[in-house]
């Protein structure tokens, strides 16, 4: 079992940045591929970015490539999502996760982190 809790959300201005962090207990995050999503209200819970164990492959949803980048420190048994150029349609929870049971894009991991609210101002 692993206990992954999100850090680093907050409120920022349109072409700001934020840099979430997903750090974990329990158990170590380094043979797991992980991932984040987000959820807007009224909105399914979406795939942003992922990252393998390894860190050597990345994956990232059309909608942040160029503008967030995933990345894994296996030994401080953290992920981050640094997010630049934010938009206000950047506004969500975001959630980290880990060990996919399916396609990276698809919301069914394992475990899953509480969330962070991050909100872009317009």
């Known amino acids: 079992q692993v206990q992954v809790v999100e850090s680093g959300g907050g409120v920022v201005q349109a072409g700001g940045s934020l840099r979430l962090s997903c750090a974990a207990s329990?158990?170590?995050?380094?043979?797991?591929?992980m991932g984040w999503f987000r959820q807007s209200p009224g909105k399914e819970r979406e795939f942003v970015a992922g990252i393998s164990w390894s860190g050597g492959s990345t994956f990232y949803a059309d909608s942040v490539k160029g503008r967030f980048t995933i990345s894994r420190d296996n030994a401080k048994n953290t992920v981050y999502l640094q997010m630049n150029s934010l938009k206000p349609e950047d506004t969500a929870v975001y959630y980290c996760a880990a060990d996919p049971t399916g396609q990276w894009y698809s919301p069914k991991y394992r475990y899953w982190g509480q969330g962070t609210q991050v909100t872009v101002s317009s």
């Open positions: 329990g158990r170590s995050l380094s043979s797991y591929d």
